[in-house]
């Protein structure tokens, strides 16, 4: 899985509490990213980072926040989570000007929210 | 728009057929168009990729025909393989960030 650790890779968790998922690169990759994964859906992307201390929404970020104080590690996290966060999470890594637009992704994280 | 739409959502195959899978979109700032394939309990790893400049690549079994005035790509699987079962999902990306827009996904079946 290209250098990219998620942890943890399954959690289960009730509605209401905080929840934080963490990946980690050993690429140096600039560009990393966060997506959930629904039947049906194929994959979202929840929010990016450009850099660090540099992130953006994605397509599906409310209820998510993000950060990113070092290179190799990106965290997301669900304030107060909900039924409707249960889904598989997955990070990605990109680096600009090589292999194209490649994107490398993690191994993932199955999060339940009862 | 940034809608990617992929059909048919499931496919059955047998050894030695042709799997295709197709996709479509709308916004035509999309200027990278991927493959990737995923197999139960992994994340989604690249199988092919194509640019709007050529209509064709092929790599091994793999094949993307690409039409940009249809606003159409499709992957084509030959000599299919059961080791070729697995969910397949094309993508379409523009501009900074390397960002991708994803389809919903193919679930391909190769029996023997």
């Known amino acids: 899985d290209a250098g990219i650790t998620q942890s943890p890779r399954h959690k289960v968790t009730e509605t209401g509490t905080p929840v934080t998922l963490r990946c980690h690169q050993t690429?140096?990759?600039?560009?990393m990213y966060w997506y959930r994964q629904d039947p049906g859906h194929g994959l979202r992307l929840i929010h990016y980072?450009?850099?660090?201390?540099?992130?953006d929404k994605g397509e599906v970020s409310d209820g998510y926040s993000v950060s990113r104080s070092k290179t190799e590690d990106f965290l997301l996290t669900l304030e107060s989570a909900t039924s409707s966060q249960t889904s598989v999470y997955f990070c990605?890594?990109?680096?600009?000007?090589?292999?194209?637009?490649?994107?490398?992704f993690g191994p993932g994280t199955r999060l339940t929210v009862l | 728009q940034q809608q990617v739409k992929q059909s048919p959502q499931s496919l059955i195959v047998q050894k030695g057929g042709i799997s295709i899978i197709n996709c479509a979109y709308e916004n035509t700032a999309f200027d990278y168009f991927p493959w990737y394939q995923q197999f139960p309990g992994k994340g989604p790893a690249l199988l092919i990729a194509i640019r709007p400049d050529v209509s064709e690549k092929k790599e091994g079994r793999f094949t993307i025909s690409f039409n940009k005035s249809a606003k159409q790509f499709s992957l084509h699987i030959m000599d299919s393989q059961p080791g070729d079962s697995a969910t397949y999902f094309c993508a379409a990306g523009a501009g900074g960030y390397n960002k991708l827009i994803f389809g919903a996904g193919t679930r391909l079946a190769v029996h023997p």
């Open positions: 990605a890594i990109s680096e600009p000007g090589t292999s194209g637009n490649e994107q490398f």
């Open positions: 980072s450009y850099g660090v201390k540099d992130t």
């Open positions: 690429e140096n990759h600039r560009y």
